[in-house]
């Protein structure tokens, strides 16, 4: 699978921001797919999964009610909308299948994280 992640840039806190997530070479209805961010010398955390039918996501606490997470298994995309950016959301988004749902990991196969997309969110 590859997967580009695209849609980052600089916005001030309470901002919003909508990412996207471009899937080639890979069956991507198939999937369960997440958002995943690391921030500046942290390790890469979960944010969001999403059903791969769409009808179902979960959230890490720190983004729930914040973040909205979408796909469209016709066009191989999935998306995340960000509002009430705050500065501690800073940091470079992925995108990737996950292990199973109900996982907060990536499949064990993947490792084409790409280079992702930088949020800077500025205070």
């Known amino acids: 699978v590859q997967l580009q992640a695209s849609g980052g840039g600089l916005v001030q806190a309470g901002g919003s921001l909508r990412l996207s997530c471009a899937a080639s070479?890979?069956?991507?209805?198939?999937?369960?797919m997440g958002w995943f961010r690391q921030a500046p010398e942290k390790e890469r955390d979960f944010v969001a999964a999403i059903i791969r039918s769409g009808g179902q996501t979960y959230y890490a606490d720190s983004v729930k009610g914040r973040f909205t997470i979408s796909r469209d298994n016709a066009k191989n995309s999935m998306y995340l909308q960000m509002n009430s950016l705050k500065p501690e959301d800073t940091a470079v988004y992925y995108c990737?299948?996950?292990?199973?749902?109900?996982?907060?990991?990536?499949?064990?196969?993947?490792?084409?994280w790409g280079q992702g997309t930088l949020v800077t969110v500025s205070s």
């Open positions: 070479g890979r069956t991507f209805s198939r999937d369960h």
């Open positions: 990737a299948p996950l292990q199973n749902w109900g996982a907060r990991v990536p499949l064990n196969e993947f490792n084409d």
